[in-house]
Antibody
Framework: EVQLVESGGGLIQPGGSLRLSCAAS????????MSWVRQAPGKGLEWVSV???????YYADSVKGRFTISRDNSKNTLYLQMNSLRGDDTAVYYC???????????????????WGQGTLVTVSS | QTVVTQEPSFSVSPGGTVTLTCGLS?????????PSWYQQTPGQAPRTLIY???TRSSGVPDRFSGSILGNKAALTITGAQADDESDYYC??????????FGGGTKLTVL
Protein backbone atom coordinates (compact mmCIF):
# COMPACT_ATOMS: atom_id res chain seq x y z
CA GLU A 1 0.00 0.00 0.00
CA VAL A 2 1.29 3.43 -0.97
CA GLN A 3 1.73 5.78 1.99
CA LEU A 4 3.02 9.33 2.06
CA VAL A 5 3.68 11.12 5.33
CA GLU A 6 4.67 14.78 5.29
CA SER A 7 6.50 16.50 8.14
CA GLY A 8 8.52 19.61 8.85
CA GLY A 9 5.80 22.23 8.81
CA GLY A 10 5.43 24.89 11.47
CA LEU A 11 5.53 28.59 12.23
CA ILE A 12 8.36 30.50 10.56
CA GLN A 13 9.14 34.19 10.28
CA PRO A 14 9.11 35.95 6.91
CA GLY A 15 12.45 35.59 5.20
CA GLY A 16 13.16 32.33 6.99
CA SER A 17 13.78 28.82 5.68
CA LEU A 18 12.09 25.49 6.24
CA ARG A 19 12.56 21.98 4.85
CA LEU A 20 9.57 19.74 4.37
CA SER A 21 9.91 15.96 4.17
CA CYS A 22 7.64 13.35 2.66
CA ALA A 23 8.41 9.81 3.78
CA ALA A 24 7.18 7.27 1.26
CA SER A 25 6.41 3.59 1.72
CA UNK A 26 4.96 0.88 -0.47
CA UNK A 27 6.86 2.05 -3.55
CA UNK A 28 10.23 3.47 -4.61
CA UNK A 29 10.29 7.23 -5.09
CA UNK A 30 13.27 7.15 -7.44
CA UNK A 31 11.15 5.23 -9.96
CA UNK A 32 8.31 7.71 -9.78
CA UNK A 33 7.51 11.32 -10.48
CA MET A 34 6.82 13.14 -7.22
CA SER A 35 5.14 16.51 -6.67
CA TRP A 36 4.40 19.10 -4.04
CA VAL A 37 0.99 20.81 -4.08
CA ARG A 38 -0.11 23.48 -1.60
CA GLN A 39 -3.35 25.01 -0.40
CA ALA A 40 -3.54 28.37 1.31
CA PRO A 41 -6.19 28.67 4.04
CA GLY A 42 -9.63 28.84 2.44
CA LYS A 43 -8.16 28.81 -1.06
CA GLY A 44 -7.74 26.33 -3.88
CA LEU A 45 -4.98 23.88 -4.70
CA GLU A 46 -1.77 25.14 -6.32
CA TRP A 47 0.92 22.99 -7.93
CA VAL A 48 4.35 23.89 -6.55
CA SER A 49 6.99 21.56 -7.96
CA VAL A 50 7.70 18.17 -9.52
CA UNK A 51 10.74 15.92 -9.76
CA UNK A 52 10.78 13.36 -12.54
CA UNK A 53 12.16 9.86 -12.08
CA UNK A 54 15.15 10.90 -14.21
CA UNK A 55 15.85 13.82 -11.86
CA UNK A 56 14.52 16.76 -13.86
CA UNK A 57 12.83 19.35 -11.69
CA TYR A 58 10.21 22.01 -12.43
CA TYR A 59 8.69 24.81 -10.38
CA ALA A 60 5.72 27.14 -10.35
CA ASP A 61 6.71 30.74 -11.11
CA SER A 62 5.57 31.73 -7.60
CA VAL A 63 8.34 29.67 -5.97
CA LYS A 64 11.04 29.51 -8.63
CA GLY A 65 14.41 30.52 -7.25
CA ARG A 66 13.24 30.15 -3.65
CA PHE A 67 12.15 26.50 -3.35
CA THR A 68 14.12 23.36 -4.22
CA ILE A 69 12.66 19.88 -4.62
CA SER A 70 14.92 16.89 -4.02
CA ARG A 71 14.85 13.30 -2.92
CA ASP A 72 16.98 10.90 -0.91
CA ASN A 73 16.64 7.51 -2.53
CA SER A 74 18.31 5.72 0.39
CA LYS A 75 15.65 7.08 2.74
CA ASN A 76 12.84 6.89 0.17
CA THR A 77 12.01 10.47 1.12
CA LEU A 78 11.05 13.55 -0.87
CA TYR A 79 12.01 17.03 0.29
CA LEU A 80 11.05 20.63 -0.34
CA GLN A 81 13.60 23.21 0.78
CA MET A 82 11.84 26.54 1.14
CA ASN A 83 13.90 29.73 1.43
CA SER A 84 13.01 33.42 1.58
CA LEU A 85 9.55 32.53 2.85
CA ARG A 86 6.73 35.05 2.50
CA GLY A 87 3.28 35.38 3.99
CA ASP A 88 1.67 34.09 0.82
CA ASP A 89 3.58 30.83 1.22
CA THR A 90 1.35 30.04 4.20
CA ALA A 91 -0.44 26.84 3.23
CA VAL A 92 -0.92 23.15 3.79
CA TYR A 93 1.72 21.41 1.69
CA TYR A 94 0.84 18.02 0.21
CA CYS A 95 3.20 15.60 -1.45
CA UNK A 96 1.77 13.40 -4.18
CA UNK A 97 2.93 10.64 -6.45
CA UNK A 98 2.64 11.81 -10.01
CA UNK A 99 2.16 9.23 -12.72
CA UNK A 100 3.22 10.11 -16.26
CA UNK A 101 0.77 10.00 -19.16
CA UNK A 102 2.26 7.36 -21.42
CA UNK A 103 1.02 6.07 -24.75
CA UNK A 104 2.88 3.59 -26.89
CA UNK A 105 6.15 4.17 -25.11
CA UNK A 106 6.18 7.96 -25.14
CA UNK A 107 5.21 9.93 -22.06
CA UNK A 108 3.96 13.48 -21.72
CA UNK A 109 3.03 15.27 -18.55
CA UNK A 110 1.63 13.63 -15.45
CA UNK A 111 -1.30 13.55 -13.07
CA UNK A 112 -1.45 13.37 -9.30
CA UNK A 113 -2.09 9.86 -8.08
CA UNK A 114 -1.64 9.26 -4.35
CA TRP A 115 -1.69 12.04 -1.76
CA GLY A 116 -0.29 12.54 1.70
CA GLN A 117 -2.28 14.20 4.47
CA GLY A 118 -0.30 17.43 4.30
CA THR A 119 1.75 19.58 6.66
CA LEU A 120 0.90 23.17 7.58
CA VAL A 121 3.41 25.95 7.03
CA THR A 122 2.60 29.31 8.59
CA VAL A 123 4.76 32.28 7.67
CA SER A 124 4.19 35.08 10.13
CA SER A 125 6.04 37.40 12.46
CA GLN B 1 -0.73 34.54 -17.96
CA THR B 2 -2.87 31.48 -18.62
CA VAL B 3 -5.64 30.77 -16.16
CA VAL B 4 -7.61 27.53 -15.82
CA THR B 5 -11.26 28.38 -15.30
CA GLN B 6 -13.92 26.50 -13.36
CA GLU B 7 -17.39 27.42 -12.17
CA PRO B 8 -17.03 28.74 -8.59
CA SER B 9 -20.11 26.88 -7.44
CA PHE B 10 -22.78 24.51 -8.64
CA SER B 11 -25.73 22.75 -7.09
CA VAL B 12 -27.44 19.49 -7.95
CA SER B 13 -30.38 17.61 -6.54
CA PRO B 14 -29.86 14.14 -5.07
CA GLY B 15 -30.07 11.65 -7.91
CA GLY B 16 -29.51 14.34 -10.50
CA THR B 17 -26.77 14.81 -13.05
CA VAL B 18 -24.29 17.65 -13.07
CA THR B 19 -21.46 18.58 -15.42
CA LEU B 20 -18.57 20.69 -14.18
CA THR B 21 -16.27 22.27 -16.73
CA CYS B 22 -12.61 23.24 -16.98
CA GLY B 23 -11.51 25.81 -19.52
CA LEU B 24 -8.66 28.08 -20.43
CA SER B 25 -8.60 31.88 -20.24
CA UNK B 26 -7.34 31.78 -23.79
CA UNK B 27 -7.67 28.84 -26.10
CA UNK B 28 -9.43 25.51 -26.01
CA UNK B 29 -8.87 22.49 -23.81
CA UNK B 30 -8.16 19.28 -25.69
CA UNK B 31 -6.95 15.83 -24.73
CA UNK B 32 -3.43 17.15 -25.33
CA UNK B 33 -3.68 18.92 -21.98
CA UNK B 34 -4.31 15.55 -20.28
CA PRO B 35 -7.01 16.95 -17.98
CA SER B 36 -7.39 15.34 -14.57
CA TRP B 37 -9.97 15.84 -11.81
CA TYR B 38 -9.72 15.77 -8.03
CA GLN B 39 -12.29 15.77 -5.23
CA GLN B 40 -11.64 17.38 -1.85
CA THR B 41 -13.80 17.60 1.23
CA PRO B 42 -12.95 20.16 3.94
CA GLY B 43 -9.96 19.21 6.06
CA GLN B 44 -9.08 16.24 3.88
CA ALA B 45 -6.42 15.57 1.28
CA PRO B 46 -7.54 15.57 -2.34
CA ARG B 47 -8.70 12.35 -3.96
CA THR B 48 -7.92 11.56 -7.57
CA LEU B 49 -11.04 10.91 -9.65
CA ILE B 50 -10.17 11.10 -13.35
CA TYR B 51 -6.94 11.29 -15.33
CA UNK B 52 -6.05 11.44 -19.02
CA UNK B 53 -9.39 13.09 -19.74
CA UNK B 54 -11.61 10.10 -19.04
CA THR B 55 -9.82 7.34 -17.12
CA ARG B 56 -11.25 6.70 -13.67
CA SER B 57 -8.81 6.24 -10.84
CA SER B 58 -8.93 2.98 -8.90
CA GLY B 59 -12.03 2.68 -6.74
CA VAL B 60 -13.86 5.64 -8.26
CA PRO B 61 -17.49 4.75 -9.03
CA ASP B 62 -18.59 4.83 -12.65
CA ARG B 63 -21.07 7.61 -11.99
CA PHE B 64 -18.04 9.91 -12.32
CA SER B 65 -16.97 10.39 -15.91
CA GLY B 66 -14.66 12.72 -17.79
CA SER B 67 -14.81 14.07 -21.30
CA ILE B 68 -14.11 16.99 -23.60
CA LEU B 69 -17.24 19.07 -24.23
CA GLY B 70 -16.75 21.73 -26.85
CA ASN B 71 -13.64 23.65 -25.88
CA LYS B 72 -13.52 22.51 -22.25
CA ALA B 73 -12.79 19.44 -20.18
CA ALA B 74 -15.80 18.19 -18.28
CA LEU B 75 -16.55 16.09 -15.20
CA THR B 76 -20.02 14.60 -15.12
CA ILE B 77 -21.57 13.13 -12.00
CA THR B 78 -24.59 10.96 -12.72
CA GLY B 79 -26.96 10.10 -9.87
CA ALA B 80 -25.45 12.58 -7.41
CA GLN B 81 -25.28 11.49 -3.79
CA ALA B 82 -25.06 13.51 -0.61
CA ASP B 83 -21.42 12.57 -0.09
CA ASP B 84 -20.54 14.00 -3.50
CA GLU B 85 -20.83 17.41 -1.86
CA SER B 86 -17.20 18.54 -2.15
CA ASP B 87 -14.81 20.84 -3.93
CA TYR B 88 -13.73 19.66 -7.36
CA TYR B 89 -10.51 20.71 -9.05
CA CYS B 90 -9.27 20.16 -12.55
CA UNK B 91 -5.62 20.17 -13.59
CA UNK B 92 -4.24 20.79 -17.05
CA UNK B 93 -0.73 19.89 -18.10
CA UNK B 94 0.76 22.95 -19.79
CA UNK B 95 4.05 21.47 -20.98
CA UNK B 96 7.62 22.01 -19.71
CA UNK B 97 6.78 20.23 -16.47
CA UNK B 98 4.10 22.72 -15.50
CA UNK B 99 0.71 21.66 -14.13
CA UNK B 100 -2.04 24.22 -13.57
CA PHE B 101 -4.97 23.84 -11.19
CA GLY B 102 -8.30 25.44 -11.81
CA GLY B 103 -9.80 27.54 -9.05
CA GLY B 104 -12.15 24.73 -8.04
CA THR B 105 -15.90 24.25 -8.03
CA LYS B 106 -17.85 23.95 -4.79
CA LEU B 107 -20.60 21.42 -5.42
CA THR B 108 -23.69 21.44 -3.23
CA VAL B 109 -26.10 18.52 -3.23
CA LEU B 110 -29.55 19.61 -2.11
Amino acid sequence: EVQLVESGGGLIQPGGSLRLSCAASGFTISSNYMSWVRQAPGKGLEWVSVIYSGGSTYYADSVKGRFTISRDNSKNTLYLQMNSLRGDDTAVYYCATSSPNCNGGSCYGYYFDNWGQGTLVTVSS
Amino acid sequence: QTVVTQEPSFSVSPGGTVTLTCGLSSGSVSTSYYPSWYQQTPGQAPRTLIYRTNTRSSGVPDRFSGSILGNKAALTITGAQADDESDYYCVLYMGSGIALFGGGTKLTVL
